[in-house]
């Protein structure tokens, strides 16, 4: 397991953008795709997609393209997730995920998320 | 991209045996052995249970196992305890660099 540090909760008003960031050990992230996961209150667990630590590719869920952006600073080895236009209905705990960079062998691919931060709360409200 | 279904909750007294079903699409679940598993106890961040449908990572007791047959997935906690009662989360690939989630199953440990 790795440790993943995640930014301070925020509450924001609907149109607001947010902003969390997830930080791994250096060492770790150029390894590392991290994905973003919501979980709104009560709810299931959401894929927004993932960034790589590696070379910066990145992957969204279609419900969140066009209004997600992530972009990673290598030099610090954090990832960073901006969704704008917000509503109450973006009110979620917001978790970063690490897995390795996906590779393939024997017929099988390394799909799973070992690593979990502990989670952004985002509240949007008026 | 719809979640995995899974049954919303399900209890068991301790020491006996429950079975999480996680059904999805030839797309996701049915179309890859990459189906992973988390559990989740309050308050807490998610942690790996199960990968590739049916492995275990280290420190993760033998009492949790996983299978897989066409769409559905299914996770076993042989042997309930106390320690168990968590939010169950099944994940799977679903090509394309892309996952889903399903929607959780909350085990109460009665």
């Known amino acids: 397991q790795v440790q993943l540090v995640q930014s301070a909760a925020e509450v924001l008003k609907p149109g607001a953008s947010m902003r969390v960031s997830c930080r791994a050990p250096g060492d770790i992230f150029s390894d590392s795709e991290i994905a973003w996961v919501r979980q709104a209150p009560g709810q299931g667990l959401e894929w927004m997609g993932w960034i790589s630590g590696y070379n910066g590719n990145r992957k969204f869920a279609q419900k969140f393209q066009g209004r997600v952006t992530m972009t990673t600073d290598t030099s610090t080895g954090t990832a960073y997730m901006e969704m704008r236009s917000l509503t109450s209905d973006d009110t979620a705990l917001y978790y970063c995920?690490?897995?390795?960079?996906?590779?393939?062998?024997?017929?099988?691919?390394?799909?799973?998320?070992?690593?979990w931060g502990p989670g952004t709360q985002v509240t949007v409200s008026s | 991209q719809s979640a995995l279904t899974q049954p919303r909750s399900l209890s068991g007294s301790p020491g006996q045996s429950v079975t999480i079903s996680c059904t999805g699409t030839?797309?996701?679940?049915?179309?890859?052995?990459?189906v992973s598993w988390y559990q989740q106890r309050p308050g807490q961040a998610p942690q790996l249970l199960l990968y590739d449908v049916s492995k275990r990572p280290s420190g993760i007791p033998d009492r949790f196992s996983g299978s897989k047959s066409g769409i559905t997935a299914s996770l076993t906690i042989s042997g309930l305890q106390a320690e168990d009662e968590a939010n169950y989360f099944c994940?799977?690939?679903?090509?394309?660099?892309?996952?889903?989630f399903g929607v959780g199953t909350v085990v109460t440990v009665l």
């Open positions: 994940c799977s690939y679903a090509g394309g660099y892309t996952y889903v």
């Open positions: 995920a690490r897995k390795e960079l996906r590779y393939c062998a024997g017929g099988s691919c390394n799909d799973w998320f070992d690593s």
């Open positions: 030839s797309g996701d679940v049915g179309g890859y052995n990459y």
